[in-house]
């Protein structure tokens, strides 16, 4: 009777293991997988809450991470910090933002515009630098004019997650003017050590000339003139973003990933970009 009263619980003889030894099997699957867990009996959702399973969803190197946080980060326990994380944080004096991908755990980052190389960007006739509310960092690079069009940065691979597919992204809007950024398009590129893709991509669609582009709906890629055309995408966070290109870190010993969106044969005045940052994210 009372072994059929504790299966009816959800416990079984699994139920009666020290919550170290659930903790140690639960650290093998995922933290989505980890809080589905906590549904299944008293023990689970004991061990699915402990700082020994949330430990090992976090980054080996996590305490090093909040030393560089621009803020102190206050949490009462490690998943509760690492709920935190998903939320992204500002670190290196506010021009990077560390985050963690929710259902996998794994690094996210973006750099800043200031810490960028973006040709012209400190000539006040072509780039200003403005802040926005709605931006994660201080400030934003806005393009005012130019022809030639070139944003680049680069992150230390050894900031990221090992043996992870990365994607690369750069975040921008449009300002209520822009124009320029449309067909022919863009070009992006994504190089790490040996490894180098190029792709197609476009800001701005025809039809967003002399408009504010905020309000466009996610656009499907496409492929023009026989080659895959990446398009933007509206974010959750009402910014857009589009995709550079993709790169495998290995085990970060590779040195720096370098990420480039560009218009440099096409010389007709462009306008309008608003420039937040390059984000890379692991694959999903």
Known sequence: MARRQEESEGGGYIGRLPEEC??????????????????????????????????????????????????????????????????????DGGQMSFGLEKSTGRKCYMISPRIMNIVWSYEPQYWR???????????????????????????DTRLLSPRTTYVAYLVFKLASESYGLGPPPQLASVRLGAYA?????????????????????????????????QRRHLRDDGWMEIELGEFYND?????????????????????????QGLEVRPKI
């Open 22 to 91: 659930i903790s140690h099997v639960l650290s093998f699957t995922t933290p989505r997988d980890a809080c589905r867990s906590a549904l299944v009996s008293a023990a689970f959702h004991s061990a699915a809450s402990s700082d020994a399973l949330w430990q090992r969803f976090l980054p080996s190197d996590y305490e090093s991470i909040l030393s560089r946080a621009v803020d102190p980060v206050e949490y009462s326990s490690k998943r509760e910090l690492y709920l935190r994380l998903c939320d992204s944080i500002l670190v």
């Open 129 to 155: 630098w403005l802040s926005l509310a709605e931006s994660r960092f201080a400030e934003v690079a806005e393009l005012l004019t130019v022809c030639w069009l070139e944003v680049n940065g680069n992150i």
């Open 251 to 275: 085990v970060g010993d590779d040195g720096d990933v370098e990420m480039s969106c560009s218009s440099v044969k096409a010389l007709h005045w462009k306008s309008g970009l608003i420039v």
């Open 197 to 229: 893709s190029e792709i197609d991509v476009c800001l701005q669609d025809d039809d967003d000339d002399d408009g504010d582009g905020d309000d466009s709906d996610d656009d499907d890629d496409q492929e023009e003139g026989g080659r895959w055309q």
